[in-house]
Every structure is written in C-alpha cells, then in structure tokens.
C-alpha cells in the first residue's frame, strides 16, 4: 500500500469492490464498487430486482459474494458470517418483522442490548434508545397494539441497541403515514450525528428528507451515483423508472 492509499483510507468505513452476486444465470449484483465514509448517510434507490437486497444481504454475511471483496474499517469482511459481520460493527433492519405481538416496547430493545452487553449496561442502554425512538411514553406497551410505523420504529431501536457503526436499513418508511415518515427522517438523521447508514427506500419525498448522496441502482451494477437534486434530475435514472414518479 502506498502511502496516498493510506490517506485515501482515511475516514473510509465500508469499501466494496467489484462485488458480484450470481444466481445461476442471474446476475443479481454486478461488479460494484462502493465506498462510504464515517458518519456517512447514503441512500440506495433503484427499480425493483436492481439488486438492493442482494447488495445488503451480501453486506450482512447471508449471501456470499461470487466475486469481489468487502471491506469494513479496513477488514475484509465478505463471505464472513452474519454473527461475526454484527459483531465487528453491522446492523440491519430488514423488511421482514422482527417482533413479538406480546412483548412490550422495553423487553424488545432490552433483549436487543443485552445481545452485546452486560445487564447493567442494557439497562442503561434501553433508556437512550427509547429516547432516541422517541418511545419513552410507550416503553410499557405490548408491540402488538402498536400502529405499523411505532413497530418499525422498534425495530430501528432493536438495530440502534446492539451499538453497531454501521446501519443497514430496508425500507424503514414502506407503508407509513405522512406523520410517521416525517418522525422516521427525524429519526434516522438523529442517529446519523453517530452512526453511518446506508437505507434503501423507494420513497423519494424521504429520500430528499434524509440524504445527501443517492447511489442509483440498476440491473445489479450503479448507474449513477450523485447528490438527491443531480439523481432525480438525471435523464439515466427517469428511464429507468419510466412510468413511475420520481420527485
Ligand atoms: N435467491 C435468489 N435466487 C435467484 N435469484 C435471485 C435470488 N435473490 C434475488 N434474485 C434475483 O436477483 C435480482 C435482484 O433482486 P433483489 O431482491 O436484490 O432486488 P431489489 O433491488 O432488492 O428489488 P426490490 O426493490 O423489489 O426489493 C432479481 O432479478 C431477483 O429475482
């Protein structure tokens, strides 16, 4: 390594490099090469099957990469497995429910932190985490009688409890109210003053709430990659949601 690559390296938390992530004959992600900085807020955007969830799921360890290499705070990471890759410092909300109806708030993002940490300190954990979901008031109440966005909220407090650096979400607005999604960007740019985060979303009034940089996926490989005005200004990326509304 020379010494510009060293400084290069500087500041950089996730790197991928030429990842690629086969099926049989379908080529899910093609060849991408990322790099997101410290504290960094990047949203992926792309059309349906461009290879957002691959490209997650390949991050988090539950695929491994056909080719390519990943590296987290200058360690390669790719192929790992998903415990090993949460413990070096990578969480994930997925769009899959992780909740139980009969647990109330508290007991969730308690089970969550004492994953990674001793009681005393969960204990101490939980407080802030509530705070940062802005559930204190419902910290009592079952998960099940909560409203669809409360639950997500939740589980973004699940993902925050385990101290990861970098955070993974999967469309953490899908299906919420105008009010909710508002909440959920106030949310997700408090915890971006200490965590990175890449989120993937199809909603582009939030994506204008909560990001700088838009990474545009398309057919598995990155078609463009700019800040939210230069993306949806872009012609490339209108055609490839053609029929669709983009801003
Ligand atoms: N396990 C799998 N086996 C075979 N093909 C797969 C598998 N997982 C994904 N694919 C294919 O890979 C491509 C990328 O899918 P992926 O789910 O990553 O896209 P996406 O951008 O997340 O889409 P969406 O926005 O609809 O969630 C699609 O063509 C999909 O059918």
Redesign the pocket.
């Given at each position: 390594m020379t010494i510009q690559d060293t400084i290069a390296a500087d500041g950089i938390l996730l790197q991928t490099s030429n990842l690629t992530?086969r099926?049989?004959g379908?080529v899910?992600?093609s060849d991408v090469s990322l790099t997101l900085r410290e504290l960094e807020l990047r949203c992926l955007i792309?059309?349906?099957?461009?290879?957002?969830?691959?490209?997650?799921?390949m991050l988090t360890g539950q695929l491994k990469p056909s080719t390519g290499a990943i590296s987290f705070r200058g360690a390669p990471i790719a192929g790992d497995d998903p415990h090993a890759i949460a413990r070096r410092g990578i969480g994930i909300k997925t769009?899959v429910p992780n909740v139980f109806d009969g647990l109330s708030v508290r007991e969730h993002i308690w089970l969550a932190a004492r994953r990674q940490h001793l009681d005393r300190r969960a204990n101490d954990i939980v407080a802030s985490v509530l705070d940062r979901i802005r559930m204190t008031h419902l910290a009592g109440a079952q998960v099940g009688r909560l409203s669809h966005g409360q639950r997500q909220w939740v589980e973004i407090g699940m993902v925050i409890a385990g101290d990861p650096d970098l955070i993974l979400l999967d469309?953490p607005a899908a299906g919420m109210t105008h009010d909710e999604v508002l909440r959920t960007a106030e949310i997700i740019r408090d915890i971006n003053q200490t965590k990175a985060l890449i989120v993937?979303e199809?909603d582009m009034q939030f994506i204008r709430m909560i990001a700088k940089t838009v990474t545009v996926?398309n057919q598995?490989a990155v078609l463009v990659e700019n800040t939210v005005d230069a993306v949806l200004a872009d012609q490339r990326v209108r055609d490839v949601y053609l029929g669709k509304k983009v801003h």
């Amino acid at each position: 390594m020379t010494i510009q690559d060293t400084i290069a390296a500087d500041g950089i938390l996730l790197q991928t490099s030429n990842l690629t992530m086969r099926f049989g004959g379908v080529v899910a992600v093609s060849d991408v090469s990322l790099t997101l900085r410290e504290l960094e807020l990047r949203c992926l955007i792309g059309p349906n099957g461009a290879g957002k969830s691959t490209f997650f799921k390949m991050l988090t360890g539950q695929l491994k990469p056909s080719t390519g290499a990943i590296s987290f705070r200058g360690a390669p990471i790719a192929g790992d497995d998903p415990h090993a890759i949460a413990r070096r410092g990578i969480g994930i909300k997925t769009q899959v429910p992780n909740v139980f109806d009969g647990l109330s708030v508290r007991e969730h993002i308690w089970l969550a932190a004492r994953r990674q940490h001793l009681d005393r300190r969960a204990n101490d954990i939980v407080a802030s985490v509530l705070d940062r979901i802005r559930m204190t008031h419902l910290a009592g109440a079952q998960v099940g009688r909560l409203s669809h966005g409360q639950r997500q909220w939740v589980e973004i407090g699940m993902v925050i409890a385990g101290d990861p650096d970098l955070i993974l979400l999967d469309e953490p607005a899908a299906g919420m109210t105008h009010d909710e999604v508002l909440r959920t960007a106030e949310i997700i740019r408090d915890i971006n003053q200490t965590k990175a985060l890449i989120v993937v979303e199809h909603d582009m009034q939030f994506i204008r709430m909560i990001a700088k940089t838009v990474t545009v996926f398309n057919q598995g490989a990155v078609l463009v990659e700019n800040t939210v005005d230069a993306v949806l200004a872009d012609q490339r990326v209108r055609d490839v949601y053609l029929g669709k509304k983009v801003h």
